[in-house]
């Protein structure tokens, strides 16, 4: 069982930056993939980045490439998003997901979800 807790979240006006947290629990953290995805109102639950239990590989979705940044800290048992250039459209529910597959993009290859952390950009 492998528990995640984001945090980071908030209000920020567009143009700002915010950072999420994902601290996750268990001793095998290094082993599993990462990744992040978002829910806006109304909208089905997307892909936003991934990043690999070596930190090797790493990719976004085609919206925020150049603007969001993914990493971890195997050490720390936590993976971060850097949100940068915030967009009105980028408002949404930002969950933290892991997986045993090599990346994580698509919704069946998560294996544990987080409770989420809302972010909203004022325009």
């Known amino acids: 069982q492998v528990q995640l807790v984001e945090s980071g979240g908030g209000l920020v006006q567009a143009g700002g930056s915010l950072r999420l947290s994902c601290a996750a629990s268990?001793?095998?953290?290094?082993?599993?993939?990462m990744g992040w995805f978002r829910q806006a109102p109304g909208k089905e639950r997307e892909f936003v980045a991934t990043?690999?239990?070596?930190?090797?590989?790493?990719y976004y979705v085609g919206s925020v490439k150049g603007r969001f940044t993914i990493s971890r800290d195997n050490a720390k048992n936590t993976v971060y998003l850097q949100l940068n250039s915030l967009k009105p459209e980028d408002t949404a529910v930002y969950y933290c997901?892991?997986?045993?597959?090599?990346?994580?993009?698509?919704?069946?290859?998560?294996?544990?979800w987080g409770q989420g952390t809302q972010v909203t950009v004022s325009s």
């Open positions: 990043i690999s239990g070596s930190g090797d590989r790493i």
């Open positions: 268990g001793r095998t953290f290094s082993s599993y993939a």
């Open positions: 997901a892991s997986s045993r597959a090599r990346i994580v993009v698509l919704l069946r290859d998560v294996d544990y």
